[in-house]
């Protein structure tokens, strides 16, 4: 492979690269303004959609597609929202761009804003990023400064006010309509849908939640053009009529048993294991790795034998895993064991559930109790046909809940049950050696004590 | 006609219905299960249990194609076409897993919980959980704390449904209730020093499809199987909520809010749902009685200054007394059923055909109160004003109020009267009362007794609204219909019973027969010939028909 030179991620290691002197010499705001005075926002719309820019915040869905869902000539408001919200476990690639780029990712809010016709921008900020949010809130103020926001930006008739919101440290809350919910001063509780945010989001009114990279990403595109976009990553599969391709950079954040953990940007498309040998200089300690999961813990798991897959869109898809997520890889070395993973992963679905659906909110705590017990052990192989039948039934797509965090909690259950089942089986008789066989329903319950 | 295939039966619904997959199923005699999902409320979507398996069918090639995973029928709404499977295997294994997960945490108290009998939770296991307990947890905390005055909340009883939650937004506008934690380990609270007190909080007991909420009132008094129920009609305003009476060897337990929705939707509020203690004070009146001639000096207790007399006695010489007396004024209470108030009149007629008719006194406290979600709570406290009046109107005493007869009684034009009262509160001041302490012969018909009571000359009891039955008019002039829910106490006839009598008709009350007397003869109850049905009849629209 060619080397990569990373453009999200230009300004790291820049001396005071967050600044907007240093991102206007690196050519920044420039495209805004040639956008501005040149273009109709449904130039700008054309032109994210045929860039085949596909949103980085984990469902890949087509950016330029989802604006054009938005209601045309709509009398009232229409809100963007940012959805900064980073919290998919191994996931730290908007943290990068809002600390060390923050005018890359306000360039693309104002370009996506114009293009969507919002004249407010809301950025829903994790709360654990106190960096970030300063970053962010004095890159706001030097683009107001400079009239890249506010009142009649750069003397069009296009105004836009843009609203840091610190959010209150809720996983949920990343789900786009969690994050409208709580953006709306409600407990985050994901809308049912439809309406989709497009048509009623926000104060339900039309609404676009976009990622922080996505944003980086419109900026990218419009300093460097489509052509330069679509060289990187890997073309739609002419076999597949659905796949609409993966083109572009990504942040990769690389994580766990590596030697060099960090924040990557590399083409879409590149192997898990191009990304662990070439980047993070292989697993640590000389070791091999035993999973790796390809994009959030809730992406689910690879195998040592998987690890050639590209991670595009596409690609984590075609060996068990929900998708590419966030693309934040997590290595597992040989020597960890896939039960502490599991257990590790449950207990962070059972805090995070939100509670509303009844399968999500009973099906993730009964798992990591069953876990618990495994761990402890009292673990029977019967365990691990209920923890499967949990995993397949829980989510979206079997259709049992609202939104998609019962299928970020199953497809651990499911990919390290499937593809590590002897570990578990081991362990199980290993840690309950009388016990493990026991098949019968579990004991009524016990009597209740005198009250 | 749009046309809906639930589970291959096609069924026609209205072109211009909304309708949602539970209630187009309901139509087709399916019951799809459902705990969040409440027609008075808003879609959640939340509880899982009403997950189905839908799809559409093409109008023009008839070919079906179906959604390839279950949808929820509460928020998939139905259209021509719509395909609906409520009895796949997919279906039953969704159902049995949610019964399975809701029971996780349950502690499955039946036999200590107020609900047994009338739970959801308990219903759909039956008939859609299985029968082998999976999951070996123990949820055994059994905490319960009061979230407000008049409610209980048991909270591992509860399945997360947010109804209440939702009631207190969108209904009572109070938002006292809400859902605090997260997950397996969320629940429902109040913020602290903001308890749920509001008139229309009982309305969450009946909401709540478990035994998690629990109405203090009702809370431990009666097993759920132990009560019948009675369609009746509240009389604590003039609203006139349907409601069920709920009762067991005639002590009534509770009142429980009907659906009609001519009327009040779902819902009751708390003044009418507690007003029936009432019924079971032991201060009532509970015997017809005589002034003794003797001890009219004042002298003695009022027990000693009256002589109890036989009902067949009071037929007869409460007849005699008035007609003897002279001029006569009789108050028809807006307690009474338009039957009641009809006989009256009839009576009072027969014994003095000069006899002067006015409505009897209308309790008015503080002014109509409307919730945000429209449930309005009428300043007048009585069920029958609309009634009484249209049947005064009948007698050429149309208009003719309490104030009315307390003035002609004044002006001396009166020699005896008639006040017929019902009141559940203290209605009468004594000076009011000292109006009628010249009259020959007073008649007081009441529940309790009163200032006016210790003058009368007859002291008569009065029935309570179950203890009742006919007809009442709310202030919309909405007719409803209604039987007797319990007998009244030894010793009391209801009022239909002594007119009935005292008219001289034979056997027992038949107040429906008088309500088709009523109907046949007077235009303005037309609508109430035939049988009345069980949500009412608007007496406006069958005039203008």
Same mark, same amino acid.
């Given at each position: 492979?060619? !080397? ?36 109709? !926002?449904?130039?700008v ?32 408001p ?6 900064a919200d980073?919290?998919e ?46 970053r ?22 296009f ?16 789900e ?17 849908? !439809?309406?989709?945010p ?6 339900r ?15 990218q ?16 599969? !002419? ?16 994580s ?5 953990p ?14 662990i ?59 960890? =064991? ?15 559930s939100?509670?509303q ?7 993730? =705590?009964? =798992? ?17 046909d209920l ?36 570990e578990f089986?081991?362990?199980?008789k ?22 | 006609m ?12 209205g ?15 399916k ?43 509460c ?5 021509d ?16 897993r ?13 036999p ?13 296991h039956?008939e ?49 209730l ?17 308890p749920?007190?509001?008139k ?49 060897q ?34 009532r ?32 010489r ?65 069920p ?24 002609h ?43 006016l009571?210790?003058l ?25 219909s ?9 010793g ?30 007077a ?8 049988d ?14």
């Amino acid at each position: 492979m060619t !080397p990569f030179k990373p453009v999200l991620l230009e300004a790291v290691g820049v001396p005071d690269g967050h600044s907007i002197a240093s991102y206007k010499s690196r050519g920044g705001y420039a495209p805004l303004e040639k956008a501005l005075a040149e273009k109709q !926002p449904v130039d700008v719309v054309e032109m994210v959609k045929s860039s085949g820019l596909r949103g980085r915040g984990g469902a890949g869905f087509s950016t330029g597609l989802k604006w054009t869902f938005l209601p045309k000539d709509h009398p009232g408001p229409i809100y963007l929202c940012i959805n900064a919200d980073e919290s998919e476990p191994g996931t730290f690639n908007n943290r990068i761009l809002m600390e060390d780029d923050p005018h890359q990712v306000i360039e693309g809010i104002i370009l996506s804003s114009y293009a969507t016709r919002a004249s407010t921008a809301y950025i829903y900020l994790r709360y654990e990023y106190p960096q970030s949010w300063h970053r962010l809130q004095a890159a706001i103020d030097e683009a107001y400064a400079a009239g890249y926001l506010g009142k009649n930006i750069r003397g069009t008739n296009f105004s836009l006010d843009v609203y840091l919101h610190r959010g209150a440290a809720a996983y949920i809350c990343g789900e786009e309509t969690g994050l409208i919910e709580s953006l709306e001063g409600k407990r985050a509780w994901p809308r049912i849908k !439809p309406p989709f945010p497009a048509i009623e989001g926000l104060f339900r009114k039309p609404t676009v939640v976009n990622n922080i990279e996505t944003m980086a990403c419109v900026a990218q595109i419009a300093r460097r053009g489509i052509d330069w976009f679509k060289s990187i990553g890997v073309p739609a599969d !002419p076999a597949n009529p659905r796949d609409p391709g993966s083109y572009g950079p990504k942040l990769y954040c690389l994580s766990g048993h590596v030697e060099k953990p960090g924040c990557y940007e590399a083409p879409l498309g590149i192997t898990a294991r191009q990304l662990i040998d070439q980047f993070g200089g292989g697993v640590w300690k000389g070791r091999k790795a035993k999973a790796v999961i390809p994009g959030g813990i809730s992406m689910g798991l690879m195998t040592e034998s998987e690890l050639d897959t590209p991670l595009d869109f596409a690609g984590p898809g075609k060996v068990g895993c929900l998708g590419l997520g966030t693309a934040a890889v997590v290595v597992i070395d040989d020597q960890t =064991s896939i039960v502490d993973f599991l257990h590790n992963s449950c207990r962070f679905f059972a805090h995070e559930s939100c509670g509303q659906c009844t399968p999500c909110r009973e099906g993730t =705590s009964w =798992s990591l109790r069953m876990l618990e017990r495994i761990k402890a052990g009292q673990g029977r192989l019967r365990d691990l046909d209920l923890l499967l039948e949990i995993g397949n039934t829980m989510g979206m797509m079997p259709g049992s809940t609202i939104c998609g965090l019962a299928d970020g909690a199953a497809w651990p259950i499911k990919n390290a049950i499937k593809k590590f089942r002897g570990e578990f089986e081991d362990y199980i008789k290993r840690t309950n050696p009388s016990g493990w066989m026991v098949t019968d329903p579990v004991p009524a319950l016990q009597i209740v004590g005198a009250h | 006609m749009p046309v809906v295939i639930v589970d291959g039966q096609e069924i026609e619904i209205g072109a211009d219905e909304r309708l949602n997959c539970i209630e187009a199923a309901r139509r087709a005699g399916k019951e799809i299960p459902h705990y969040c999902w409440h027609p008075g409320l808003s879609v959640v979507a939340s509880c899982r249990m009403c997950l189905i398996e839908t799809g559409q069918r093409d109008a023009a090639t008839g070919k079906i194609s179906m959604v390839p995973k279950l949808v929820p029928g509460c928020q998939t709404p139905v259209k021509d076409g719509t395909v609906i499977v409520t009895e796949s295997q997919l279906v039953k294994d969704s159902r049995a897993r949610v019964e399975e997960a809701l029971l996780i945490d349950h502690p499955i108290d039946c036999p200590i919980c107020d609900k047994a009998g009338e739970c959801l939770l308990q219903d759909y296991h039956f008939e859609h959980g299985q029968a082998e307990r999976r999951a070996d947890l123990h949820p055994f905390t059994s905490r319960k704390r009061d979230v407000g005055p008049t409610v209980t909340l048991f909270v591992d009883r509860c399945i997360m449904c947010t109804r209440c939650v939702r009631f207190t937004r969108e209904v009572s506008g109070a938002s006292e209730l809400m859902v605090v934690s997260r997950g397996s380990t969320e629940e429902i609270d109040v913020f602290p020093g903001f308890p749920l007190d509001n008139k229309l909080a009982g309305n969450v007991v009946d909401l709540c499809p478990v035994g998690a909420l629990g109405d203090k009132d009702f809370l431990y008094q009666q097993r759920v199987w132990f009560l019948k129920r009675e369609a009746n009609v509240c009389g604590g305003c003039s609203a006139g909520c349907s409601i069920h009476t709920e009762h067991n060897q005639d002590t009534v337990y509770r009142l429980k809010p009907r659906e009609n929705p001519h009327v009040n939707t779902w819902w009751m509020c708390d003044d009418g749902r507690y007003g029936w203690h009432h019924l079971h004070d032991q201060s009532r009146v509970l015997s017809a009685g005589r002034r003794r001639e003797a001890n009219s000096n004042g002298h003695g207790t009022p027990g000693d200054a009256f002589e109890a007399i036989e009902w067949a006695d009071v037929v007869t010489r409460l007849r005699d007394d008035l007609k003897a007396a002279g001029r006569l004024a009789v108050a028809v209470s807006p307690m009474l059923t338009v039957e009641e108030a009809w006989m009256l009149c009839a009576i009072a007629r027969s014994i003095d055909p000069e006899a002067f008719l006015t409505l009897g006194h209308v309790p008015v406290v503080g002014a109509d109160e409307t919730f945000p979600g429209g449930f309005t709570i009428r300043a007048e406290k009585c069920p029958n004003r609309k009634g009484v009046e249209e049947v005064l109107a009948l007698y050429g005493a149309g208009g003719r109020s309490w104030d009315d007869l307390l003035a002609h009684v004044a002006a001396g034009k009166a020699d005896a009267a008639w006040v017929t009262g019902g009141y559940p509160t203290p209605w009468i001041d004594d000076t009011t009362a000292a109006t009628f302490a010249d009259l020959e012969c007073l008649v007081v018909q009441d529940l309790f007794e009163s200032s006016l009571m210790k003058l009368a000359t007859w002291r008569l009891p009065a029935a309570g609204f179950a203890e009742r039955a006919g007809t009442w008019v709310n202030v919309a002039h909405h007719a409803q219909s209604f039987g007797q829910a319990i007998k009244p106490p030894a010793g009391v006839w209801p009022e239909g019973r002594l007119f009935w009598n005292m008219l001289g008709r034979r056997g027992l009350y038949d107040p429906v027969g008088v309500r088709q007397q009523i109907a046949g003869s007077a235009a303005p109850f037309a609508a109430l010939a035939g049988d009345v049905p069980a949500n009412g009849v608007d007496l406006r629209v069958r005039q203008l028909a």
